[in-house]
């Protein structure tokens, strides 16, 4: 009898081999509203960043866009559509940010085949 009580609690999933539920509730949207008021700071506080001596307005617009673009998903679609229109654009930030996808476009336009 004690084998087999065993052999069904071997059967069971541990609590710690669950998979991570995905919050519920307000918190998240509440988090996300945050951080996107805290993008839009960033980048109105930098023109009085800019004023001090170095490149400290660059990192701040830089980090006030990232916030916005990863937590706004209408943002993210405007900067998609205004990525597509001005390809040069396009080409100089996927180079400055170095990003695969630049490589690939690169090779397409040559004729190369790329693999993933």
């Known amino acids: 009898m004690e084998s087999k009580k065993h052999a069904i609690d071997a059967g069971r999933r541990s609590i710690a081999a669950l998979p991570p539920q995905r919050p519920t509730g307000m918190g998240h949207v509440t988090m996300r509203a945050l951080l996107l ?3 839009m700071l960033l980048i109105l506080m930098t023109p009085l960043v800019a004023l001090l001596p170095g490149p400290a307005g ?3 617009f830089a980090a006030g866009t990232a916030l ?4 706004s998903r209408r943002a993210r679609v405007r ?7 001005h ?3 396009r080409a100089l930030s996927d180079r400055a940010l170095r990003r695969p ?3 690939r476009r690169r090779l397409r336009a040559d ?3 790329v693999g993933r």
């Open 37 to 39: 008021i805290v993008g």
């Open 58 to 60: 660059i990192f701040t």
């Open 68 to 71: 916005i673009l990863r937590n």
């Open 79 to 85: 900067f998609a559509r205004a990525m597509r229109r």
């Open 87 to 89: 390809p040069r654009v």
């Open 101 to 103: 996808s630049a490589k």
């Open 111 to 113: 004729g190369l085949t």
